[in-house]
């Protein structure tokens, strides 16, 4: 069987998610292609030296996915991409906070308001450049008003085992969770993505939010996020549980330590043959390697 192309999966959710999409950023009559941006885009097109970096292949950020829920082949989250309902979507955001609340998709692409151009890398050693389309988490955060106590934060995926094909089986523990201490959650970086390429996130990308953290591997950017738990205590990720002597709770990208099975110093650009070196936090350095002053990155894996 020869898996379908991109361009014939266009299921129904998606096109409704699309207008909304497409309405709430000003564009319901086109969405243009990334080259079309203009200054009146209703949200920031990236600058500087984001723009510069070359951009990925769309098809290759559609098609070449990890998304257990959907399967655990690379070609199995596109081919499996309309067993994810995300028709009435919320997200609830609880916990240590003053304000706890539900915030359906109106509300959260309200927020949605710039365009970024990130790296991104994936702990098995490839990577891409993706412009996605968000808000930083903090924008949600502050919403809630976080108490002092708020030490960390919790992400939790979709469960839903009637629907989604991976859930049948006990590769990870359902649902899908990850975690930020809190200043990470805060930085200006981490976004919360509602789209890409201009459009909305395609459901094997995890539609319809997700989180992008561009300093750690592309594990911690958990997808189809519905809850959002701010905890006083270090949250055990899924991956974490699974395999805690492979996955720590930074997982940040740092080419000097290496997977127990693998080197981390080289990645491949999805779409390229040639590998190139993997920089320190992902090429992030500047922006949050005061995060971690006086840690030792290789215990803090
Ligand atoms: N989120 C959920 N819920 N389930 C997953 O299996 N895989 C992670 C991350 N988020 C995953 C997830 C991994 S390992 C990577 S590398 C990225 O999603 C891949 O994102 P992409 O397919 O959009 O490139």
Same mark, same amino acid.
């Given at each position: 069987?020869?898996?379908?192309?991109?361009?014939?999966?266009?299921?129904?959710?998606?096109?409704?998610?699309?207008?909304?999409?497409?309405?709430?950023?000003?564009?319901?009559?086109?969405?243009?292609?990334?080259?079309?941006?203009?200054?009146?885009?209703?949200?920031?097109?990236?600058?500087?030296?984001?723009?510069?970096?070359?951009?990925?292949?769309?098809?290759?950020?559609?098609?070449?996915?990890?998304?257990?829920?959907?399967?655990?082949?690379?070609?199995?989250?596109?081919?499996?991409?309309?067993?994810?309902?995300?028709?009435?979507?919320?997200?609830?955001?609880?916990?240590?906070?003053?304000?706890?609340?539900?915030?359906?998709?109106?509300?959260?692409?309200?927020?949605?308001?710039?365009?970024?151009?990130?790296?991104?890398?994936?702990? !098995? %050693?490839?990577? $891409?450049?993706?412009?996605?389309?968000?808000?930083? #988490?903090? *924008?949600?955060?502050?919403?809630? &008003? +976080?108490?002092?106590?708020?030490?960390?934060?919790?992400?939790?995926?979709?469960?839903?085992?009637?629907?989604?094909?991976?859930?049948?089986?006990?590769?990870?523990?359902?649902?899908?969770? !990850? %975690?930020?201490? $809190?200043?990470?959650?805060?930085?200006?970086?981490? #976004?919360? *993505?509602?789209?890409?390429?201009? &459009? +909305?996130?395609?459901?094997?990308?995890?539609?319809?939010?997700?989180?992008?953290?561009?300093?750690?591997?592309?594990?911690?950017?958990?997808?189809?996020?519905?809850?959002?738990?701010?905890?006083?205590?270090?949250?055990?990720?899924?991956?974490?549980?699974?395999?805690?002597?492979?996955?720590?709770?930074?997982?940040?990208?740092?080419?000097?330590?290496?997977?127990?099975?693998?080197?981390?110093?080289?990645?491949?650009?999805?779409?390229?043959?040639?590998?190139?070196?993997?920089?320190?936090?992902?090429?992030?350095?500047?922006?949050?390697?005061?995060?971690?002053?006086?840690?030792?990155?290789?215990?803090?894996?």
């Amino acid at each position: 069987m020869t898996a379908p192309k991109v361009q014939d999966i266009t299921p129904k959710a998606l096109f409704f998610n699309r207008r909304r999409f497409l309405q709430a950023t000003g564009l319901l009559a086109v969405a243009p292609p990334l080259s079309a941006l203009a200054s009146n885009f209703p949200f920031q097109p990236a600058e500087g030296e984001a723009r510069k970096l070359k951009l990925t292949d769309k098809e290759h950020v559609l098609s070449y996915n990890n998304f257990y829920e959907l399967g655990t082949d690379k070609s199995d989250p596109l081919r499996n991409a309309n067993r994810l309902k995300t028709d009435n979507w919320q997200v609830e955001v609880l916990g240590e906070c003053a304000k706890p609340r539900l915030f359906d998709m109106d509300d959260l692409l309200a927020l949605q308001q710039e365009e970024r151009v990130y790296r991104f890398r994936c702990v !098995e %050693g490839w990577s $891409m450049v993706v412009p996605w389309i968000g808000f930083p #988490l903090k *924008a949600l955060l502050d919403k809630v &008003e +976080p108490t002092s106590k708020a030490k960390y934060v919790e992400f939790v995926s979709l469960l839903d085992r009637k629907n989604l094909p991976g859930q049948r089986f006990d590769i990870l523990d359902w649902p899908y969770r !990850e %975690g930020l201490r $809190m200043d990470e959650a805060m930085h200006p970086l981490t #976004l919360m *993505a509602t789209g890409l390429y201009g &459009e +909305p996130l395609a459901n094997q990308n995890g539609a319809p939010i997700r989180l992008v953290v561009p300093w750690k591997y592309g594990f911690k950017s958990a997808k189809s996020i519905v809850q959002i738990r701010l905890t006083d205590q270090q949250p055990t990720s899924s991956w974490m549980q699974a395999t805690p002597s492979e996955y720590g709770f930074y997982s940040n990208v740092n080419p000097q330590v290496p997977h127990p099975r693998w080197s981390q110093a080289r990645e491949r650009p999805l779409g390229s043959l040639l590998k190139q070196k993997t920089l320190m936090f992902n090429g992030y350095a500047e922006e949050v390697a005061d995060l971690y002053r006086g840690m030792d990155l290789k215990k803090f894996y």
